[in-house]
């Protein structure tokens, strides 16, 4: 499980040296993430608990934005039944940014990619993934900022396989299965903008 997020961190930064060259943003995030539910045999539903969730970007200015990339870890547990997920997001972005006074810009942006779930209930733990984020950035300097972002995450999850719990209240077995073909997810994310 290590060497998949040491590898997908290693391809982020591998894929922004090529762009070493030029201005390099770099920015870590420590944020919330909301949103995914589970069914069982009986037709009720399961929230993936909302967590911590960690991501970096890594970007270059183009235009009057940025493109690069975007990773994100969340370590989720569904409520009441206390199967554990890791839902990891793998994403190439574009953002389009817009000042507002000395020091403050906003910006919007659009991310293509790949989500990894590592859950037990599931055999195919790869889908397509995609996203869109707002945010508010204040410069402190030309190298640093802070930034503020609120991101839609969806997925497309493998609903027709499905694993075996067990319910903590009264100890019996149940099936669950992802609700739909397609899992949505919101994350509230604060983070530092370096550039290189």
């Given at each position: 499980m290590n060497y998949k997020i040491g590898w997908?961190?290693?391809?982020i930064l591998l894929s922004s040296s090529m762009a070493a060259q030029a201005n390099v943003i770099v920015t870590p995030y420590v944020g919330f993430t909301g949103g995914g539910k589970v069914e069982d045999e009986n037709?009720?539903?399961y929230d993936l608990d909302p967590s911590i969730n960690y991501a970096i970007s890594v970007e270059t200015p183009f235009e009057m934005g940025r493109i690069g990339f975007f990773y994100s870890n969340q370590s989720s547990e569904l409520?009441?039944?206390?199967?554990?997920?890791?839902?990891?997001?793998?994403?190439f972005q574009s953002s389009i940014y817009y000042p507002l006074s000395q020091g403050w810009q906003t910006y919007v942006g659009l991310g293509i990619g790949a989500s990894y779930a590592d859950v037990d209930w599931v055999n195919d733990k790869?889908?397509?993934s995609g996203s869109a984020f707002a945010g508010l950035?204040?410069?402190?300097?030309?190298?640093?900022a802070m930034t503020a972002q609120i991101r839609w995450l969806g997925t497309v999850v493998d609903n027709d396989t499905s694993g075996a719990c067990v319910l903590p209240t009264d100890g019996s077995s149940c099936i669950i299965k992802f609700e739909t073909d397609w899992m949505n997810q919101f994350q509230s994310n604060i983070g530092f903008t370096f550039r290189f």
């Open positions: 997908l961190v290693g391809s037709g009720r539903t409520q009441d039944i206390n199967n554990s997920a890791d839902i990891h997001y793998l994403q790869y889908g397509f950035e204040y410069e402190f300097s030309k190298t640093f």
